[in-house]
């Protein structure tokens, strides 16, 4: 016999189900939509479109998703009072320690953090960000396109002049997973000589364009330039244009120490999000450095305990 309190938790259950799926498509076919038109608008984004990236979708549950209005992001207090100024940090940058060859976040026993600006250098944008990073002392990295080097050096060697790191992020902003080795190897190269006529540097770490290198490539590009892989363990996704504040508010969100922050000096409204930003992270005790100068102060692992 049919024990009536499972059939009406059942029935209870699959309305309930059945509510979530009626609810969902639209928004679904909404987004998918949204979604290949900001792919196709979008392409000179790193993050636009991340190839590796597997989406998941959440497990059928009996327990609906909270409403997104209710998700508290815990985003932490922010001190008042003036803001402190970045500290010059005189800082070795020899990375050579360690096997791994690709970051996404460096352990480091400090409260310091690492920020970094993608697909420039811009006519506009950038020097107004330099005109922030130097009102602060904060030392960036910058991933810039080979193409836009070679139009705006003098954008280049500002930044280098400032302080500030440069990184590799390809000639073309191609998707490098694509490419045979030879292509990868002409395309960073292309970008490497374009810095060092630009500028008189060479570049000490590279990330991919949308992050997508596969593992074996990795392991070539780093043979090749001695540049490890730079991904990213914050991302406002700020290429997708949402507001300063929202970027502002998901970079505070996500900020972690040794965290490497993505975004990109390509886009006016990141630059604009930048004060409130920097300032947030200063007051919270963030000491900024660049790339290197993390992977420099990386943790060495706790190897003799395990050996004794
Ligand atoms: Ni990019």
Not at 101 to 120: E, K, L, M, Q
Not at 129 to 151: C, D, H, P, W
Not at 250 to 255: E, K, V
Request: net charge positive; proline share 8%.
């Amino acid at each position: 016999m049919e024990n009536p309190l499972t059939s009406l938790a059942y029935k209870t259950l699959t309305h309930s189900l059945q509510a979530e799926a009626t609810e969902a498509s639209p928004a679904l076919r909404s987004l998918t939509r949204r979604g290949f038109l900001l792919l196709s608008g979008s392409l000179a984004s790193c993050t636009a479109a991340v190839p590796l990236a597997k989406v998941t979708t959440p497990a059928t549950q009996s327990t609906p998703y909270p409403k997104p209005a209710a998700l508290k992001l815990a985003r932490p207090p922010v001190p008042s009072g003036p803001v402190p100024r970045n500290p010059d940090m005189a800082l070795r940058s020899n990375f050579s320690r360690g096997s791994s060859i690709t970051f996404t976040r460096v352990p480091v026993s400090g409260n310091y953090i690492a920020i970094t600006f993608d697909d420039g250098p811009h006519p506009q944008n950038t020097p107004r960000l330099l005109e922030m990073l130097s009102a602060r002392n904060i030392k960036a990295t910058f991933y810039v396109i080979g193409q836009s080097v070679n139009n705006y050096p003098a954008v280049l060697r500002r930044t280098v002049d400032e302080g500030h790191e440069i990184g590799n992020h390809s000639h073309t902003h191609r998707l490098l997973s694509k490419l045979s080795d030879s292509e990868i190897s002409l395309d960073l190269g292309r970008c490497r000589d374009a810095i060092v006529k630009a500028a008189g540097v060479q570049p000490r770490t590279m990330r991919p364009p949308y992050g997508g290198l596969n593992v074996r490539q990795r392991e070539v590009v780093y043979s090749e330039f001695g540049t490890p892989i730079i991904l990213w363990s914050v991302d406002p996704l700020d290429w997708k244009r949402p507001g300063a504040s929202v970027i502002s508010s998901r970079i505070l969100t996500g900020a972690s120490a040794g965290g490497i922050v993505l975004a990109h000096d390509l886009h006016s409204q990141t630059v604009d999000a930048m004060p409130a930003t920097l300032d947030a992270l200063l007051r919270r005790g963030f000491q900024f450095v660049t790339v290197s100068q993390l992977l420099a102060m990386k943790s060495e692992p706790a190897a003799a305990a395990v050996q004794s």
